[in-house]
């Protein structure tokens, strides 16, 4: 009798893996993609030519010193992360986007791109190395891939789910409203805290990356913090965090935090230099109390002066008063005394 033999793929726990299973890098997470992180690829680049034909006019050259100091960066990121697979194979080019907008991403075929207004943004160097960590993280897992294989099989789920409605109950009332709820079901219950769960592991995987180039990874969670203090600023609405794509920037901050002692560890077994004892977290923090207490201080004294601003108006001369008549004197009317106009008799009674 033939013997087919079936290879078993085993994840980091030694657990077997089904069909269309994948890991996750560096985190071992076992995931569903019904695309392969190879065909997806081959979207790239159309993705790419349509940001570079957008950014066309406002890319910084490549001789300009922030497009030298990002693209050092990443060169950097991906020198000292060779472990990672894949990461080498990636060719990584950088696309500095002259604008105000704080963000940047990657694409899946290695093409960086990021404004201008991020490097402003960020503190200093090791920041924006885990800005880059994070952006490039998002490649080497394959989140692309993995978010469109989720859209796919949530899309074949609701599109029986509304067959069966229809099948049921064949209205166009109560399709259009089935297909309404299904789409506001599927982005709140499904997409949006998929997308949380995915920029919290590239929050995860970047710190890493950044730990091994040598980053002060304590640097992470102050850029979320400046960012916090940043949107309120600028009268930013908060918004519910089950309603964003992303955590809200005090749950990253929390998240790094309990991330950063593992982090060091990591990047003390680099070989990279000491970090400085004092903690840019415990700065920070002292930094924003001694401006409250500033702006505390400068209210109180603008409040004060224009209290006695006030108190000044209040002791100001009154008006003068028509002079009172003295008792005996008769007041005058037209020239003569009112007395003179009243009857006689009257005045005798």
């Not at 297909?179 to 997409?191: A, D, E, G, M, P």
């Not at 940043?230 to 964003?244: K, N, V």
């Amino acid at each position: 009798m033939e013997e087919v033999l079936h290879e078993v793929r085993l994840n980091k726990r030694g657990r077997p893996l089904a069909a269309g299973d994948d890991e996750s890098p560096d985190t071992g997470r076992t995931r569903l993609l019904v695309f392969s992180r190879e065909s997806f690829m081959e979207l790239a680049p159309v993705t790419a030519e349509a940001y570079m034909e957008e950014f066309k006019d406002s890319l910084i050259a490549p001789s300009d010193p922030r497009h030298q100091a990002v693209e050092s960066l990443v060169r950097i990121l991906a020198e000292r992360n060779q472990d990672i697979a894949g990461i080498s194979s990636v060719p990584w080019t950088v696309h500095v986007v002259d604008g105000p907008t704080i963000n940047a991403f990657v694409l899946p075929n290695g093409k960086v791109f990021i404004f201008a207004g991020m490097l402003e943004a960020v503190a200093d160097i090791h920041q924006l190395l885990f800005i880059l960590g994070h952006e490039m993280a998002h490649t080497l897992i394959g989140h692309a891939a993995e978010q469109a294989s989720l859209a796919q099989v949530v899309e074949l789920l609701s599109l029986i789910l509304l067959t069966a409605i229809w099948a049921i109950c064949p209205r166009d009332s109560l399709a259009m409203l089935g297909q309404w709820i299904q789409s506001k079901l599927v982005q709140f219950l499904f997409n949006r805290p998929f997308s949380r769960k995915l920029e919290a592991e590239a929050d995860q995987v970047g710190l890493r990356l950044a730990a091994k180039a040598c980053a002060d990874v304590r640097a992470g969670p102050v850029f979320w913090q400046q960012m916090e203090i940043y949107d309120q600023l600028r009268g930013e609405p908060t918004i519910p965090e089950w309603l964003s794509t992303h955590p809200s920037h005090l749950n990253r901050v929390r998240q790094l935090d309990r991330l950063v002692p593992e982090a060091l560890e990591l990047r003390a077994r680099c070989d990279c230099p000491a970090l400085p004892k004092a903690d840019p977290r415990v700065i920070f923090h002292q930094s924003v109390e001694l401006l409250l207490d500033n702006a505390k201080k400068q209210e109180k004294i603008a409040q004060e002066e224009k209290n006695e601003k006030r108190r000044a108006e209040v002791m100001l001369p009154l008006p003068q008063s028509p002079p009172v008549p003295t008792p005996g004197s008769q007041p005058q009317l037209g020239g003569l005394q009112a007395t003179s106009a009243l009857p006689q008799t009257l005045l005798s009674k």
